[in-house]
Nanobody
């Protein structure tokens, strides 16, 4: 059983930056691909970014390429999402998720989820 805890969300002005973190426990972290998703009010949860088990490969949604960067530290069992040039439409609850072995852009494929961290971007 893997537990995931996100942190780092908050209220920020448009154009600002945030660094989200996700701490994992309860499993062999390096066995899991990690994903970041977000859910805005009234919308479906959507894929943002993912990392391979080693972190050597990253994948991002087209809507965030060039602004969002995902990384992981397997020695510390953490993943991060650096978000730059924030826009009001980035306002959402951001979730990290773990999937055994291979990454996916499909939320249904993930085995474990954190509780989410709120990001609010003011214009």
């Amino acid at each position: 059983q893997v537990q995931l805890v996100e942190s780092g969300g908050g209220l920020v002005q448009a154009g600002g930056s945030l660094r989200l973190s996700c701490a994992a426990s309860g499993g062999t972290f390096s066995n899991y691909a990690m994903g970041w998703f977000r859910q805005a009010p009234g919308k479906e949860r959507e894929f943002v970014a993912a990392l391979s088990r080693s972190g050597g490969r990253t994948y991002s949604a087209d809507s965030v390429k060039g602004r969002f960067t995902a990384s992981r530290d397997n020695a510390k069992n953490t993943v991060h999402l650096q978000i730059n040039s924030l826009k009001p439409e980035d306002t959402a609850v951001y979730y990290c998720a773990a999937r055994y072995y291979a990454w996916s852009a499909e939320k249904a494929d993930y085995d474990y989820w954190g509780q989410g961290t709120q990001v609010t971007v003011s214009s």
